[in-house]
């Protein structure tokens, strides 16, 4: 007698780590399929340090490329990691594709570490890339590639919290003009274009911000093979609030 196995569905909801697997998957394709934020991510860091490295619109200390490498390194990362995913995260609560994820037996903290996992993903093409153009026109790094991993997982961890924070409290329309104008805070005020202490007394303030703390440290360690404490505690300590507060106040709708 012939036995047929059971088409019945299974009753339970898949181990996390297939289902972290699977929406990182779709996450990294959603990425990639958008070509706004591969503009944002991939084309305009790139496009700003072959021009800043050539043209001295910023007077800086020591050759050009050695200093803008590390602060483009931050902007791609804040890019990707804070502005497109609270733009992206903002749309899909929008538009109802969170509530419909919210249906599913997927956990909310499945969802945010598959999109940071699928930012942490785009961000080896964007330091790829960056390194490889920065070679191209003379970059010398310096310091360990450990310490300028932490740098970037941390920053990561920060600008990725921050970013699901605003795209799963606020709607859309709101989430779009709230991150293009923190972004273009965050840039003005960290150091990444220039050097910090053009702020005069307001740098002390300044290094307290997540872009700070990551342009500065990896300069540091990239061009004078350093390491500062205080940099990976400043970005330590937004990386743990951030997600803990996307974690608890993130909506489906």
């Known amino acids: 007698m012939t036995t047929w196995p059971s088409l019945a569905p299974r009753g339970e909801a898949a181990p996390r780590g297939q289902m972290l697997r699977a929406q990182t998957r779709a996450e990294l394709t959603l990425l990639l399929r ?5 503009l944002l991510t991939l084309v305009i860091p790139l496009g700003l340090l072959v021009v800043l490295s050539q043209v001295p619109f910023v007077n800086v200390t020591g050759r050009r490329i050695d200093f803008f490498v590390p602060g ?36 909310r903290s499945v969802l945010l570490l598959a999109k940071t996992s699928a930012v942490l ?4 093409l964007q330091v790829a890339l960056i390194c490889l153009v920065g070679a191209l026109l003379g970059w010398q790094p310096h310091g360990s590639v450990f310490g300028t ?10 600008f990725s919290g921050l970013g699901l924070l605003l795209g799963g409290t606020l709607r859309g329309l709101t ?6 104008l923190l972004w273009f805070v965050l840039l003005s005020l960290g150091g990444v274009l220039y050097p910090l202490s053009e702020l005069g007394p307001g740098q002390d303030v300044a290094r307290l911000l997540p872009t700070a703390a990551l342009s500065d440290g990896l300069r540091q360690l990239l061009q004078h093979a350093t390491w500062s404490g205080q940099d990976l505690l400043v970005l330590a300590v937004w990386a743990v609030v951030s997600l803990t507060a996307a974690s608890r106040l993130f909506r489906w709708e």
């Open 72 to 107: 483009v390194l931050a902007l791609a990362v804040m890019s990707a990691a804070f502005t497109g995913q609270a733009i992206g995260t903002g749309f899909e609560r929008q538009y109802g594709v969170l509530k419909r994820l919210g249906a599913t037996p997927l956990p």
């Open 175 to 180: 989430t779009l003009a709230a991150a293009n």
């Open 121 to 124: 993903l785009v961000e080896v």
């Open 149 to 158: 991993v932490a740098l970037l997982v941390l920053g990561t961890a920060a």
């Open 34 to 38: 958008n070509g706004e934020q591969v």
